[in-house]
């Protein structure tokens, strides 16, 4: 089996050997502690192209900050058997994460392992998220779920502070490709009342075949079940606002109906990769929430299968003025 092949049907794996530039790759790990009052993104990456550099990304949920940390690509090193990345002295598998960063804007040292993770389910027809979309190779940006719901052990010392995660939840994906899009919306969320329900999903305007199409991929993991929602899947977006509040986005298929209206919380932002450079300001909120109601389609009306509030939850909002995304009424 060709490399293309292992690297599709296992998603999380890296996806860069011996890719020419332009061409990135980053894996997103959310941890949030027991109280939620600690939430960070720690996100290692490599970019190839420009400036070829790797890097360990790193966003406080809690105020703001962020930092962006960059290694030579020499000490960038990744499995091609499995999800296990090196960047310096910084290591990352599904499993676990291992950190130890001193620099003068911040220090980071601790190992966190993950307990019970749950992947998007992978079939050769659909390997992961993305669907049928991930056979396609000429896609702009691909996009893969690791995790949608683990449980964290393990603590970090941050600038001098003891924070332990035991006991809180977390969350990894990751995205590889080119550049990111021109346009998109992205909210996550698994601190719902259910522990191990999870939401997550992406709106993008996806480049194809000279021209352009609004693409969306939505799950939630919900007792055992996923559910999901994806053009390709056939489901349809009925409705799609933007305020400065936040987002309202409603999408049915022939069975069910799923309403999500997220809230923006305190944001900070982060770089993300364009084709010549990581150039895209991206402001990420971790302290957003969402409502989400799962309805299933009954000729006699809709019957309510799952309601909740989630929160500490992420959420991106970038370039949502866009007329070819969200027309305007």
């Known amino acids: 089996m060709n490399r293309f092949w292992k690297t599709t ?37 490599i970019f190839l192209s420009g400036d070829p550099h790797t890097f ?3 966003l406080d949920g809690s105020s703001g900050a962020s930092y962006y940390h960059t290694y030579d690509v020499s000490d960038f090193e990744a499995a091609d058997d499995r999800f296990a990345v090196r960047i310096g002295p910084n ?3 599904r499993d676990a994460i291992s950190l130890d960063i001193a620099r003068p804007e911040q220090t980071v040292q601790g190992v966190l392992s993950f307990d019970g993770p ?9 390997p992961g998220i993305m669907g049928w979309y991930a056979w396609v190779p000429f896609m702009e940006c691909y996009h893969g779920v690791v995790s949608l719901d683990h449980a964290i052990h393990g603590g970090l010392e941050i600038d001098g502070e003891a924070v332990d995660f035991s006991g809180g939840r977390g969350y990894i994906e990751k995205d590889w490709g ?7 919306i992205w909210l996550q969320s698994n601190h719902f009342d259910t522990v191990g329900t999870s939401l997550t999903g992406s709106i ?23 559910y999901r929602f994806a053009t390709y899947t056939g489901a349809r977006t009925d409705l799609l606002r933007v305020t400065d509040g936040g987002v309202e986005w409603v999408l049915s298929d022939a069975r069910h109906r799923l309403e999500i209206e997220a809230r923006r919380g305190r944001g900070g932002v982060l770089k993300g990769p364009t084709t010549h450079d990581m150039g895209k300001r991206v402001a990420e909120s971790l302290d957003a929430t969402v409502n989400v109601a799962l309805f299933k389609r009954e000729r006699g009306g809709d019957e309510p299968i799952f309601a909740g509030t989630g929160g500490c939850a992420g959420l991106e909002i970038f370039n949502a003025g866009d007329p070819a995304f969200i027309p305007q009424t």
């Open 9 to 45: 049907l296992n998603p999380d794996r890296y996806h860069g050997h011996g890719k020419k530039p332009p061409f990135f790759e980053g894996w997103y790990f959310k941890l949030v502690d027991p109280s939620t009052e600690h939430r960070w993104a720690i996100i290692p990456g």
């Open 56 to 58: 360990v990304q790193i």
């Open 91 to 93: 290591r990352f598998s």
């Open 118 to 126: 749950t992947p998007w389910p992978v079939t050769v027809t659909a």
């Open 178 to 184: 080119r550049s990111f899009p021109s346009s998109w």
């Open 204 to 226: 993008a305007m996806i480049p194809w075949v000279r021209r352009a199409f609004r693409g969306f991929i939505v799950g939630l993991w919900h007792r055992g079940q996923l």
